[in-house]
Nanobody, 115 residues
Framework: QVQLVESGGGLVQPGGSLRLSCVGS????????MSWYRQAPGKEREWIST?????SYADSVEGRFTTSRDDAKNTLILQMNNLNSEDTAVYYC???????????WGQGTRVTVSS
């Protein structure tokens, strides 16, 4: 059974940082392209970053967020710096197999940016 479990969310002040993790089990992590998405209150889920051969970011987080992965530990990381209120959302990781369309989602971790 494949599981993706996010952690690291919480309450942070504007300008602060958080580090999110997504740990996978039941899958060969290296065979998957990994992505981060987020869903703010009252809004649709939006893509923010993918790490595959390279790494790409949405304009809204470029220069502030950094995605990395450790395939040996089945772990995906999202380092978030200089957070603002617009970053408040539930953050999700997604694994998509490189050879097809099979994908899995985590359950999400909540990030609240507020003073």
């Amino acid at each position: 059974q494949v599981q993706l479990v996010e952690s690291g969310g919480g309450l942070v002040q504007p300008g602060g940082s958080l580090r999110l993790s997504c740990v996978g089990s039941g899958l060969t992590f290296a065979a998957y392209s990994m992505s981060w998405y987020r869903q703010a209150p009252g809004k649709e889920r939006e893509w923010i970053s993918t790490i595959n051969i390279g790494t790409s970011y949405a304009d809204s987080v470029e220069g502030r967020f950094t995605t990395s992965r450790d395939d040996a530990k089945n772990t995906l990381i999202l380092q978030m710096n200089n957070l603002n209120s617009e970053d408040t959302a539930v953050y999700y990781c997604k694994a998509r197999i490189r050879s097809g369309q099979l994908e899995y989602w985590g359950q999400g971790t909540r990030v609240t940016v507020s003073s």
